[in-house]
């Protein structure tokens, strides 16, 4: 040590323990390198992991603690929504079901897609089964199904026509005269006590043919999901607005029938079950309130991290640029940037948002149980992955994480390139192979089915359901499909499994040899004190200075008193 900068001497007390002096015309630091390393160790401790904090200032990692509660609390609250919808969606799936067995003359689960008529009779007496389905309903149905009231009188079941105003078409002649504008018909069938069929034809009106578009039958029933009671929780009243639609657009001779139904959910206006009460839906309210006040306080905490870190960032960044005139690079400022706190940030609005939510749809003043699902599934899923930050501190179950984020640049420049590629092929095959092959009549399907083929999946079917009616489009799908999985497969997912890989051994290679230091952590890794010396305290006196400088100066060995 140059004694002109510094003195120091270490002597051992009556006592026999060690103690150091300063003299008193010398600091125990020259000022300014003083401040240099106690920024130094302000740098080190913001990048300690949590177990590493609490050595340095026996801070208990609340923040660790806190993530633990709330992964528990967000998955209870994830496997009892998930209960509670899964009910609701099969009661609607259920009933979705009954309506078509019941309304569509000869239905069957196999014809759902195929479901059709062919003939005007046919289609005149579908229509009617319906309306006497839908007038005998109470006396057939195994459900608690009944009428919606307005008053004191049934909502009428609707049968709308719309058509063509006007127009002529004669392929023989090989001419037509069409209006455009599309007029609608309708007729009101009322349900009247006691309920029986009707002995008149319940079509008051004859159907354009020639020039009709689609035919719709509408009608709304109610009913009550009864499932909920053997689960402790209040049942709740549906209203299911049915409509069967009979398309004939296109005009070629076959109409194509579907039923479908819109639910709405509320709450039933008076309720008498014995052994069941709103206590448990209250105690239910009051667990999602707990979840959102741990959810607040965690992003608070984030927030204050992650604003922590950016402050420090331009303190490193001026001190740099002050000291040593250089130019932080923007890998060093991104370090600063806590990416697990911003993903935890993200994590806690979407569940928050979805517990909110949560709570309105227990209290039955909406029924948004799909968007309510999207928003606690999303939330859930990302605190779960928020665990790996903590894995991360572990050198040994790190290797996944790093290896991600080494990758991720290369990944996104060559699934940009192969996303080209892709999409020529989506384009071609809808334009050329969507007439002849089921799996190409859109552009969704189209990506689907490229993207099963990628990944082996109903090769075969996708080659032998193609059509041969056009011996220039067979073909072209063979040499189509052949250079589409020979690419793809064989070079295009070759390559990436190859760019994941060799990042893999790359970050092996530098955990052996060591890895490149940049200028922030070559920076930080002066700083040889560890975190149990206690010269991390925020108040950070002169004796614990000195109790630095004795543990960098006077070592250990018994030759230096």
């Known amino acids: 040590m140059d004694d002109s900068s510094e003195t120091y001497l270490c002597i051992n007390d009556p006592n026999g323990n060690r103690a150091i002096h300063c003299s008193e015309s010398h600091a125990c630091l020259e000022p300014l390198e003083e401040e240099v390393e106690k920024f130094r160790r302000k740098l080190k401790y913001f990048f300690m992991n949590p177990c590493d904090k609490y050595k340095a200032r026996r801070r208990k990692p609340w923040k660790l603690i806190l993530q633990i509660v709330k992964i528990a609390l967000v998955t209870i609250q994830l496997v009892s929504f ?13 009933n979705l079901m009954v309506f078509r067995h019941l309304f569509l003359k000869n239905f069957t689960k196999s014809s759902a897609n195929i479901y059709a008529v062919y003939t005007q009779h046919d289609v005149y007496t579908h229509i009617a089964y319906t309306v006497e389905q839908f007038l005998m309903l109470p006396s057939i149905t195994m459900g608690n199904h009944d009428y919606e009231k307005e008053g004191d009188i049934y909502t009428p079941l609707t049968i709308c026509q719309q058509f063509y105003h006007n127009g002529s078409v004669s392929p023989a002649n090989e001419t037509f005269d069409i209006d455009t504008q599309v007029d609608e018909e309708c007729s009101l069938i009322y349900p009247q006590h006691p309920f029986s069929t009707l002995t008149a034809d319940p079509l008051n009106f004859t159907l354009h043919f020639e020039r009709l578009l689609t035919v719709t039958v509408k009608f709304t029933l109610k009913a009550i999901n009864l499932e909920t009671v053997q689960y402790h929780e209040l049942p709740d009243c549906y209203i299911f607005n049915v409509m069967i639609t009979f398309n004939n657009k296109p005009h070629s001779g076959r109409m194509m029938i579907d039923l479908d139904n819109d639910v709405q959910i509320y709450k039933c206006r008076d309720w008498t079950v014995t052994g069941a009460s709103q206590r448990n839906m209250y105690i239910m309210v009051l667990f999602d309130v707990v979840v959102i006040l741990i959810l607040v306080l965690s992003l608070l905490l984030c927030m204050r991290s992650v604003k922590a870190g950016v402050l420090l960032q331009f303190e490193y960044t001026a001190f740099f640029s002050s000291r040593y005139s250089k130019h932080v690079s923007f890998s060093d400022r991104m370090e600063f940037i806590n990416g697990w706190c911003i993903l935890i940030i993200v994590s806690d ?78 384009f071609c095959g809808w334009i050329v192979l969507g007439p002849y092959h089921s799996k190409f009549r859109t552009l969704n399907l189209v990506s689907e089915s490229l993207f099963s083929l990628i990944n082996g999946d109903d090769m075969f079917a996708t080659f032998k359901n193609m059509q041969q009616k056009n011996f220039v489009v067979w073909l072209f799908s063979r040499l189509y499909l052949y250079t589409f999985v020979s690419l793809f497969i064989y070079m295009v997912l070759s390559l990436f499994i190859t760019l994941i890989t060799d990042t893999y051994d790359t970050i092996k290679h530098q955990q052996l040899d060591g890895e490149p230091v940049s200028d922030l952590q070559a920076f930080i890794m002066q700083c040889k004190d560890p975190p149990e010396s206690g010269c991390f305290s925020e108040n950070e006196t002169r004796g614990r200075c000195l109790m630095c400088c004795s543990r960098r100066i006077c070592g250990s060995d018994d030759d230096t008193d």
């Open 82 to 94: 998930g209960l509670s919808n899964q009910m609701v969606v099969q009661f609607k799936e259920e």
């Open 349 to 426: 609005v979407l569940t928050i948002t979805g517990s909110l939510l949560k709570i309105i749809i227990q209290l039955k003043a909406v029924a948004s149980y799909d968007l309510c699902s999207i928003l606690l599934g999303t939330g859930t899923m990302l605190v779960w992955i928020g665990v790996l930050r903590y894995m991360g501190y572990l050198r040994k179950y790190n290797i996944l994480i790093i290896t991600l984020r080494a990758a991720f640049p290369n990944v996104i420049r060559f699934t940009c390139c192969a996303a080209m590629i892709y999409l020529g092929y989506c």
